[in-house]
């Protein structure tokens, strides 16, 4: 058990939480303390389950198991699991959709992670090692989006930067290369070309130095969305096209979808309407079948671009687009997202 937890944590930061390899790992590891009694680590092989599940872009099935997670956690009594239990939670909600209940249990965590913070660089860095990354660090980056995504920009922009701050303090690769590749995703999210590009050509560098692969995906993703927003259309192509395979081959699902949406839309601007057509049906199945309803306004709000520059696309099929980006944000009362759409 404790071979394959090792073996685990080594292929998160090489293959990435979702790469079978990794799964295959932790599943071993669950399957087998299920087999004996009072096994050690079940709280860990949990969250583990979990992140893999997360990161697979499987995010109903990550949810169910956030729950089982807290509802084992509260007859515990374990705090340091019931916090564990609770970002996870928190997290799932956030990605799901249901934004003010992950703000509300995000704000749950707050007076456990007061210990936390007052620990030695030493011992963080030996709780990052069990979680890969430092999950007091990695967690503000969620907060963040669920701030930003109600409204609270202000506050978002503060805890990124603070986040951001301390995983180059810390000096733990695997935390610096989740952080500056999700302080990249935030800078997207915020359209902040220049800051975006600076962040995703950052991670991209620091995760081919220490063989960061997930985190390499996510970068060449970001800096191809960087790009478009600054302009550079045509040169977000083959950038964006690298990332993506990039994400197959580390089979990581999550946030993949709008970047098929953003790509169709690139390409259509460029007259490539038969690659664009792949990659819109690609982000379309993300909305017919998928989990990952965060971004589902935002992904229906590029396919609107992008029918809007294809030739001969239906007018009222285009406003129908933009129409639902606007009824998702507002179900999720997201006034980012609604703004985004509304305009």
């Not at 599940?53 to 499987?58: D, I, L």
């Not at 609270?152 to 701050?165: N, T």
Request: net charge neutral; charged share 20%.
């Amino acid at each position: 058990l404790h071979l394959l937890l090792a073996l685990g944590q080594a292929l998160i930061p090489l293959r990435g939480y979702a790469h079978e390899q990794t799964v295959s790992a932790f599943t071993r590891a669950r399957d087998l303390a299920d087999s004996m009694k009072d096994a050690p680590h079940r709280d860990a092989i949990a969250y583990a389950v979990w992140s893999s599940q997360h990161s697979r872009g499987e995010q109903d099935k990550a949810l169910d198991t956030a729950r089982q997670m807290h509802a084992r956690a509260a007859l515990d009594g374990n705090e340091g699991f019931v916090l564990t239990a609770l970002r996870s939670l928190a997290i799932s909600q956030m990605i799901t959709g249901a934004l003010v209940p992950a703000r509300e249990t995000f704000e749950l965590t707050i007076p456990l992670s007061g210990a936390v913070r007052q620990r030695s660089r030493e011992q963080r860095v030996s709780v990052a090692q069990r979680f890969t990354a430092d999950p007091e660090i990695a967690t503000q980056f969620y907060v963040s989006l669920t701030l930003w995504a109600l409204g609270d920009v202000a506050q978002s922009h503060r805890l990124v930067a603070e986040a951001l701050a301390a995983a180059r303090a810390m000096g733990h690769a695997h935390t610096l290369g989740h952080a500056l590749a999700q302080a990249s995703i935030y800078a997207v999210i915020c359209r902040d070309a220049g800051q975006a590009l600076a962040l995703s050509a950052e991670t991209i560098e620091f995760t081919a130095k220490h063989d960061l692969e997930m985190w390499k995906g996510f970068g060449w993703m970001l800096n191809a969305f960087a790009l478009a927003l600054g302009g550079d259309v045509a040169g977000s192509v083959p950038v964006m096209e690298s990332g993506l395979s990039h994400m197959a081959r580390v089979q990581t699902r999550v946030m993949v979808p709008m970047h098929h949406a953003l790509h169709a839309r690139t390409l259509a601007a460029l007259g490539r309407y038969e690659e664009a057509r792949r990659h819109a049906e690609a982000a379309r199945k993300e909305l017919n079948s998928g989990s990952e309803r965060y971004f589902w306004p935002e992904t229906q709000r590029l396919l609107g671009d992008y029918l809007s520059l294809c030739p001969g696309a239906n007018q009222t099929e285009g406003e129908a687009t933009y129409a639902r980006a606007l009824a998702l944000a507002r179900e999720q009362q997201s006034q980012s997202w609604e703004l985004y759409a509304a305009l």
